[in-house]
C-alpha cells in the first residue's frame, strides 16, 4: 500500500521529477508565496492557492506532520510595469481614501472568505511582511556584511554582478544576466544602483510614502522579495523542504530569494521548488492589471458577463483540479458546464454506494484501484489521473446498481472509503448539500412558510401536523417559539 517514501514532485530547480525525501523524518515544512493585499483576489490566484492546498491535504493524508507557511504580502510590493513603481497598496489607500492597514485589512478578509468558500484549509503559519521588518533589516545586514549589497542614498540594493561571481543566479529561471538586464523588476530611484539588475532590498521613503519604518540607512520600507526570505527561514529553516507559488513568481521574485538567502546562510534554501501554471482566460493569462479576470463571488452569484450560471465553489475547484497543476488551464463556461455534469455524477454516485446490493465476490480489484488512485497522486500530485480513476469507480457504482458488477460488504467498505478519502479529505470538495447553501433571506422565508402551515393546521386542531413541525424543526435546531405577537424562531 501506500507508503511515506512514494511521492515524487517535479522540481522547478533540477526540472525532474524526484523523490520526495524530507529533511525531517515524517515531518514537512513547506513555504508558499501569499496575496499582495491590494485588491479582491481573482480565480487566477486561486487557482494557484488551491494548487498548494492539494499538496497540503495529500501530504497530512499520507501522515506527514505539515507545517505549511504563506505570508500576506501588505507592504513594499511595488509595481513596475513601466509606470509609476508606486505600492499598490498605497495607490488603492488614496484612491478608496482609506489608511494604507485598512486596504490590507479589508482584502486579506477578502482571501480569506473567498479560500474558506472554496473549503481550503488554513496554513499553519501566515506572517505579514509589515510583522517582520526587524527580521527583514537583520537579513540586510547579514546579506551587507557578506559583501553582496550596498548602500546608496539611503536605499539597500543586492550586488548581482558580485554575487554571481560565486553563484549560478539565474539558476531558477534559466536566465542569462545579460538579458535580466532589461527584465528586471524595476524600482523607483534606478540610478541609485550599480547594475540596472541589482534589485532593492531596501528603500528610502519618499515624504508621501506613509508605510515606513526606521533601519540604520533611512526610514523607509523593505524590497519585495526580501519578506519571503525573512519568513521562510524564520520558521521553516535555513533550508526546508518546499517552496511554491505561481509559475510568474520564478523571476525576479524566487531567483532573488534564493540569491537573497544564499547570500546570507551560503546554503540553498528550498530542496523542492513547486510553480502552479496559470489560469487563462480569452487564452490570456487572468490578471488585474489587464481586466482580463474574474472574481469568484461573480462566479458563485452568477452576477457576470462571462458565464451562462452560477457555479458551486466545490464545482469550480473541481473544474481547476481536473487539470494538472503545471498545465495550463482556460477557463470557460462550456468547460465549467461539463465539469459541474462530472461532479454532479461522481456525487450521485458517492450517495449510491450505501445502497449497492451485497454479493459474494467482487467483479473488480478493489484494492488494485485504491492503489492506482494514490499511484496517481504520488505522480507529482496528478489529479486529473485521480479524477479519472473516480470516475471508473462511478461507472462501476452505476453499473453494480443494475447488477452489472458486484460488491462483497467489505468492497464495499473499501469502495466507499477510497472515494471519500480522495473526493472529501483529498481534493476538499464538498457534497453538493453544502455546496448550494440557502441564503439567509430564503431560509427565513421557507421557515415562515412552515409557521404558516402550522398555524393554519392549530386553527384547524390538526394537533398532530402542528406538533410535527414543530418537533421536526427543533430537531434540525431551529427553535419556534410561540408569543403574543405570533410565533418567531431561533437557530441554535
Ligand atoms: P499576487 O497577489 O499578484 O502576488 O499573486 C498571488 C499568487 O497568484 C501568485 O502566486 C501568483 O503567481 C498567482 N497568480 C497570479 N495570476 C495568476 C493566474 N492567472 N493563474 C494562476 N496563478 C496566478
Ligand atoms: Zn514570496
Not at 452 to 463: G, L, T, V
Request: glycine residues 6%.
Amino acid at each position: 500500500m501506500q507508503t511515506l517514501d512514494n511521492l515524487f514532485i517535479y522540481n522547478s530547480l533540477t526540472k525532474t521529477k524526484e523523490k520526495f525525501i524530507p529533511i525531517t523524518k515524517g515531518a514537512v515544512g513547506m513555504y508558499v508565496c501569499g496575496p499582495t493585499v491590494y485588491s479582491n483576489v481573482h480565480l487566477g490566484n486561486c487557482r494557484t492557492f488551491l494548487s498548494f492546498d492539494l499538496v497540503f491535504r495529500y501530504l497530512k493524508h499520507l501522515g506527514y506532520k505539515v507545517r505549511y507557511v504563506r505570508n500576506i504580502t501588505d507592504a513594499g510590493h511595488l509595481e513596475n510595469d513601466g509606470e509609476s513603481g508606486e505600492d499598490p497598496i498605497l495607490k488603492k489607500a488614496r484612491i478608496e481614501q482609506l489608511e494604507p492597514m485598512e486596504v490590507v485589512q479589508k482584502y486579506t478578509v477578502d482571501f480569506h472568505t473567498v479560500m474558506a468558500k472554496f473549503n481550503a484549509l488554513p496554513p499553519s503559519i501566515e506572517p505579514t511582511a509589515t510583522g517582520h521588518i526587524i527580521e527583514q533589516i537583520e537579513i540586510i545586514k547579514k546579506i551587507m556584511d557578506a559583501g553582496y549589497a550596498y548602500e546608496k542614498n539611503g536605499s539597500v540594493y543586492f550586488d548581482v554582478l558580485k554575487f554571481s561571481e560565486s553563484h549560478d543566479y539565474g539558476k531558477l529561471s534559466g536566465r542569462q544576466l545579460e538579458d535580466m538586464i532589461s527584465n528586471t523588476r524595476e524600482l523607483a530611484a534606478q540610478s541609485d544602483k550599480k547594475n540596472p539588475q541589482d534589485f532593492a532590498l531596501w528603500k528610502k521613503a519618499d515624504p508621501q510614502h506613509i508605510m515606513r519604518w526606521p533601519s540604520p540607512w533611512s526610514v523607509g520600507f523593505p524590497g519585495w522579495h526580501l519578506e519571503c526570505t525573512a519568513m521562510s527561514t524564520k520558521y521553516l529553516g535555513e533550508t526546508f523542504d518546499i517552496h511554491g507559488g505561481g509559475m510568474d513568481l520564478k523571476f525576479p521574485h524566487h531567483e532573488c530569494e534564493i540569491a537573497q538567502a544564499e547570500a546570507c546562510y551560503e546554503t540553498a534554501p528550498v530542496n523542492y521548488w513547486m510553480h502552479s501554471n496559470m489560469l487563462t482566460l480569452n487564452g490570456r493569462k487572468m490578471a488585474k492589471s489587464t481586466g482580463n479576470f474574474i472574481l469568484p463571488e461573480q462566479m458563485f452569484t452568477g452576477e457576470n458577463d462571462i458565464l451562462n450560471k452560477p457555479f458551486a465553489p466545490s464545482v469550480i475547484k473541481f473544474f481547476i483540479y481536473q487539470a494538472h497543476y503545471r498545465s495550463i488551464l482556460d477557463f470557460s463556461s462550456d468547460a465549467l458546464e461539463a465539469s459541474e455534469k462530472g461532479y454532479n455524477r461522481l456525487m450521485e454516485a458517492v450517495k449510491m454506494i450505501e445502497n449497492l446490493p451485497h454479493a459474494k465476490t467482487n467483479s473488480i480489484d478493489i484494492e488494485s484501484w485504491r492503489q492506482q488512485c494514490y499511484d496517481a497522486m504520488n505522480d507529482d500530485f496528478n489529479s486529473p489521473i485521480l479524477i479519472a480513476q473516480l470516475f471508473e469507480a462511478a461507472k462501476w457504482i452505476y453499473a453494480a446498481k443494475e447488477g452489472k458488477e458486484t460488491f462483497t460488504a467489505e468492497g464495499i467498505q473499501l469502495l466507499q472509503k477510497t472515494m471519500n478519502d480522495f473526493l472529501f479529505d483529498v481534493l476538499g470538495l464538498e457534497p453538493p448539500s453544502n455546496t448550494i447553501g440557502l441564503s439567509e433571506s430564503k431560509l427565513n422565508a421557507v421557515i415562515n412558510l412552515l409557521i404558516e402551515i402550522r398555524n393554519h393546521a392549530r386553527e384547524n386542531k390538526d394537533f398532530a401536523t402542528s406538533d410535527k413541525i414543530r418537533d421536526r424543526l427543533a430537531a434540525e435546531g431551529i427553535q419556534l417559539k410561540d408569543g403574543k405577537e405570533g410565533t418567531t424562531f431561533q437557530l441554535n
